[in-house]
């Protein structure tokens, strides 16, 4: 079993900056794949950005060149750096542990932007 604690999140003002963070624990393999997925009020959730163990990354288009995803494989910890914060990035943000074929996701911690 894997279990994801999240900390982070909160209330910023439009072109702010927050920091996300997420510890995993449990059985993590090597090939896992650690990331931050999203969920809007009334929308679907959706990838905001992933990261391998060996540092490959993607990105949701509307993240690119404000967003920051990083992994310490030692600490089995992702964070996700925000920047230049919009509206539009209010949400429920959720950290996902992918591997085996098995999704693992954390409680989630609110993200609101507002001015």
């Known amino acids: 079993q894997v279990q994801l604690v999240e900390s982070g999140g909160g209330l910023v003002q439009p072109g702010g900056s927050l920091r996300l963070s997420c510890a995993a624990s449990g059985s993590i393999v090597s090939t896992s794949a650690m990331g931050w997925y999203r969920q809007a009020p009334g929308k679907e959730r959706e990838l905001v950005a992933t990261?391998?163990?060996?540092?490959?990354?993607k990105y949701a288009d509307s993240v690119k060149g404000r967003f920051a995803i990083s992994r310490d494989n030692a600490k089995n910890t992702v964070t996700l750096q925000m920047n230049s914060l919009k509206p539009a990035d209010t949400g429920v943000y959720h950290c996902n542990l992918a591997q085996w074929g098995m999704d693992y996701w954390g409680q989630g911690t609110q993200v609101t932007v507002s001015s």
């Open positions: 990261i391998t163990m060996g540092g490959n990354t």
